[in-house]
């Protein structure tokens, strides 16, 4: 199967989604109220970012750590939609 992106494109792909998780995370240490969910969509969207670059510059044991990623990213965003519905007038 011939890959529809380059490997240049999927280390930029990657770098961006790194950048993501890593504002996510800076996000949290100076913000005096965080929108959890902006938090955890840019945490979703850098790993499936990360993931996407994974597919061309194949590292499985990053790869899963993307998706787990993901995982704990939908649940914390799912949780901060509930608990933002339940506050709401």
């Not at 792909?13 to 504002?23: D, K, Q």
């Not at 938090?39 to 790869?63: D, E, H, K, M, R």
């Amino acid at each position: 199967m011939t890959n529809f992106i380059t490997p240049f494109a999927a280390d930029l792909i990657g770098f961006a989604g790194s950048f993501c998780i890593v504002a996510a995370y800076a996000y949290s240490n100076v913000s005096k109220s965080m929108n959890m969910v902006a938090f955890n969509l840019v945490n979703f969207i850098g790993a499936a970012l990360l993931a996407v670059s994974l597919t061309v510059n194949y590292n499985l044991p990053t790869l899963v750590l993307e998706f787990v990623w993901m995982a704990i990213a939908l649940f914390g965003l799912a949780r901060a939609l509930r608990l933002r519905r339940r506050v709401a007038p």
